[in-house]
């Protein structure tokens, strides 16, 4: 899965989610243990969606931050009973992470060429996401 990808900027989530974004100062690019948007069940409005800012990689609490690089995708099969999933999972914890874009390497060379992948008509690329609280952070993710 990839590791680094362009988050949608917030006239396109806007447009596409129907859901104001608070003025985000956020990289351009996000890479694990980066801060990026993503979309979550509001927590003062249940059932209404809100942006929040987070970090792309989920940190559990009683870890050093830079183990980000290491939790930023998880798989179907272990989701469940992963340490850094398995708490947001139970608690449903579901997000969608809007790209513009997102990055994956293509060996036909031999070597890793980094291909960009984007929707043909320019709108968000919608990846499914889990969101963790951790103390000092908004929230964490991870792609599933």
């Known amino acids: 899965m990839c590791a680094d990808y362009t988050?949608?900027?917030?006239?396109?989530?806007?447009?596409?989610f129907g859901v104001r974004s608070p003025q985000l100062d956020?990289?351009?690019?996000?890479?694990?243990?980066?801060?990026?948007?993503?979309?979550?069940d509001s927590q003062e409005t249940p059932g209404k969606l809100e942006v929040a800012?987070?970090?792309?990689?989920?940190?559990?609490?009683?870890?050093?931050?830079?183990?980000?690089?290491?939790t930023y995708n998880s798989r179907t099969e272990?989701?469940?009973?992963?340490?850094s999933f398995r708490s947001a999972w139970k608690r449903k914890q579901f997000?969608?992470?809007p790209a513009a874009n997102f990055f994956e390497p293509n060996y036909e060379t031999g070597k890793p060429?980094?291909?960009?992948?984007?929707?043909a008509d320019g709108g968000p690329?919608?990846?499914?996401?889990?969101?963790?609280?951790?103390?000092?952070?908004?929230?964490?993710?991870?792609?599933?």
Request: charged fraction near 25%; glycine fraction near 6%.
């Open 7 to 16: 988050p949608s900027l917030t006239e396109q989530i806007e447009d596409r």
């Open 26 to 40: 956020l990289p351009p690019d996000a890479w694990p243990g980066y801060m990026a948007p993503i979309l979550r």
């Open 53 to 70: 800012p987070a970090m792309f990689g989920m940190v559990p609490h009683w870890v050093e931050h830079k183990l980000a690089r290491q």
């Open 78 to 83: 272990t989701v469940a009973s992963k340490p």
């Open 95 to 97: 997000c969608i992470i």
């Open 113 to 119: 060429v980094r291909w960009r992948i984007e929707r």
């Open 125 to 144: 690329v919608v990846i499914a996401g889990l969101w963790e609280y951790r103390p000092g952070i908004s929230c964490c993710r991870s792609r599933c």
